[in-house]
């Protein structure tokens, strides 16, 4: 099941009312300690990948609600007089509903493939298998008949 992994918030050391300039900002100071050409640590790489994923995902509208709606950021609905951050039309939650169910998805999707993988090679093996149990009973039929015949 593929989820968000981590809280992108955390990774960018970002308040969740962050706008898109605080986020960029945040991710090239944070790029700068971590970027593989700078840090000789060896999770350099896999620290600054995680950065890259939380900064797409918060730069994008669909991806940032539905990580919002995982890691309990999201309150539909406002109270009086409080501002609501999330300007996102219908067709950006449904796709934002729709990446969430793709991602969770997406393994079952693996799993369906390997399964169905392996099920094809064990046809593919009982097949061989059979023609050659055919192939030996025609041909201990065929030397039956030719010994018969001739005696």
Same mark, same amino acid.
């Given at each position: 099941? #593929?989820?968000? &992994? %981590? +809280?992108?918030? =955390? /990774?960018? %050391?970002?308040? &969740?009312?962050? *706008?898109?300039?605080? /986020?960029r900002r945040a991710y090239r100071s944070k790029a700068k300690l971590v970027h593989p050409d700078v840090n000789s %640590?060896? +999770?350099?790489?896999?620290?600054?990948?995680? @950065?890259?994923?939380?900064?797409?995902?918060l @730069? +994008?509208?669909?991806?940032?609600?539905?990580? +919002?709606?995982?890691? *309990?950021?999201? =309150? &539909? *609905?406002?109270? =009086? *007089?409080?501002q609501n951050l999330y300007t996102v039309s219908e067709t950006s939650t449904h796709r934002a509903? #729709?990446?969430v169910h793709s991602w969770l998805d997406g393994m079952t999707v693996f799993q369906d493939a390997a399964y169905k993988r392996n099920q094809e090679i064990i046809r593919n093996h009982k097949r061989k298998r059979r023609i050659v149990f055919i192939s030996l009973i025609a041909a201990v039929w065929g030397i039956a008949l030719l010994i018969w015949f001739f005696t």
């Amino acid at each position: 099941m #593929q989820q968000f &992994p %981590s +809280d992108c918030y =955390k /990774i960018l %050391s970002l308040q &969740p009312d962050a *706008g898109t300039d605080d /986020i960029r900002r945040a991710y090239r100071s944070k790029a700068k300690l971590v970027h593989p050409d700078v840090n000789s %640590s060896a +999770d350099a790489a896999t620290q600054f990948r995680k @950065l890259q994923e939380a900064a797409i995902t918060l @730069l +994008d509208a669909a991806a940032r609600h539905a990580h +919002d709606v995982q890691y *309990g950021y999201y =309150k &539909p *609905g406002k109270k =009086k *007089g409080e501002q609501n951050l999330y300007t996102v039309s219908e067709t950006s939650t449904h796709r934002a509903k #729709q990446t969430v169910h793709s991602w969770l998805d997406g393994m079952t999707v693996f799993q369906d493939a390997a399964y169905k993988r392996n099920q094809e090679i064990i046809r593919n093996h009982k097949r061989k298998r059979r023609i050659v149990f055919i192939s030996l009973i025609a041909a201990v039929w065929g030397i039956a008949l030719l010994i018969w015949f001739f005696t």
